[in-house]
């Protein structure tokens, strides 16, 4: 993967969430090649109306280019209800649709989505940056990061940038603006997609930026420095 990342490009791609469409439409502008490395911060799947499309789409993503799928707090609750059956918890926040979207059923579920989901990482680092799904628990080493930091605890404004100095790259957090987050050495895309806002990507070595909507609506040719 070394090389990939050398070659190409490192791009990251905030919360999907069920938004099919969306995800198709910045895929079909970003056009992901070989040599690029897509990096999915989590929550690909709950909320928006069709996880099942989303997941479709990122396994034939992995025929491009190589993909990297950082678990979120829904995939890991999509998995426990594939193992344990569905939890109400899960359901309230978004697992309904995503039940919906396999035919009301989650033995619908293909073998090729579960593994998909399993071959989830707690985070992706490079020599320049850190892409977890939602925050790291500061002056903890990243291979001792509990799973609560990594895919439940949102940001507070109060983080520091990385002892490290590497940019710090995640998801989880809303951003109801619909932009991105920018600050001491953090950036959130988590732009609310499945409520409204934008999916977002970020090519991580140029901060050029494409974000769309479920709506069609695209947005790009902007860096972040441009967009926020």
């Given at each position: 993967?070394?090389?990939?990342?050398?070659?190409?490009?490192?791009?990251?791609?905030?919360?999907?969430?069920?938004?099919?469409?969306?995800?198709?439409?910045?895929?079909?502008?970003?056009d992901?090649?070989?040599?690029?490395?897509v990096?999915?911060?989590?929550?690909?799947?709950?909320?928006?109306p069709?996880?099942?499309?989303?997941?479709?789409?990122?396994?034939?993503?992995?025929?491009?280019?190589?993909?990297?799928?950082?678990?979120?707090?829904?995939?890991e609750?999509?998995?426990?209800?594939?193992?344990?059956?569905?939890?109400?918890?899960?359901?309230?926040?978004?697992?309904?649709?995503?039940?919906?979207?396999?035919?009301?059923?989650l033995g619908?579920?293909?073998?090729?989505?579960?593994?998909?989901l399993?071959?989830?990482?707690?985070?992706?680092?490079?020599?320049?940056?850190?892409?977890?799904?939602?925050?790291?628990?500061?002056?903890?080493?990243?291979?001792?990061?509990?799973?609560?930091?990594?895919?439940?605890?949102?940001?507070?404004?109060?983080?520091?940038?990385?002892?490290?100095?590497?940019?710090?790259?995640?998801?989880?957090?809303?951003?109801?603006?619909?932009?991105?987050?920018?600050?001491?050495?953090?950036?959130?895309?988590?732009?609310?997609?499945?409520?409204?806002?934008?999916?977002?990507?970020?090519?991580?070595?140029?901060?050029?930026?494409w974000?769309?909507?479920?709506?069609?609506?695209?947005?790009?040719?902007?860096?972040?420095?441009?967009?926020?």
């Amino acid at each position: 993967m070394g090389k990939a990342i050398e070659d190409g490009r490192l791009l990251a791609i905030g919360d999907v969430h069920g938004c099919a469409r969306a995800l198709h439409t910045l895929l079909e502008d970003v056009d992901p090649r070989s040599g690029d490395v897509v990096v999915f911060l989590g929550d690909l799947v709950d909320r928006g109306p069709d996880s099942r499309a989303v997941l479709d789409q990122v396994q034939a993503l992995r025929e491009v280019c190589t993909v990297v799928l950082v678990l979120g707090n829904h995939e890991e609750m999509m998995l426990t209800g594939l193992r344990e059956g569905p939890q109400p918890e899960w359901l309230v926040w978004g697992g309904r649709e995503t039940v919906s979207s396999y035919g009301g059923d989650l033995g619908g579920v293909p073998a090729s989505h579960r593994q998909l989901l399993e071959s989830g990482v707690d985070f992706f680092e490079t020599p320049s940056v850190i892409c977890v799904h939602a925050n790291l628990e500061p002056s903890v080493a990243l291979v001792d990061q509990q799973p609560e930091w990594l895919r439940w605890m949102h940001l507070t404004g109060d983080e520091r940038p990385h002892h490290s100095n590497r940019r710090i790259v995640c998801g989880h957090t809303p951003q109801r603006h619909g932009l991105p987050l920018l600050r001491s050495g953090w950036l959130c895309i988590d732009t609310m997609c499945w409520a409204g806002g934008f999916l977002t990507c970020v090519d991580l070595k140029s901060d050029e930026v494409w974000q769309t909507q479920e709506s069609g609506v695209v947005r790009s040719g902007l860096t972040l420095s441009e967009l926020v």
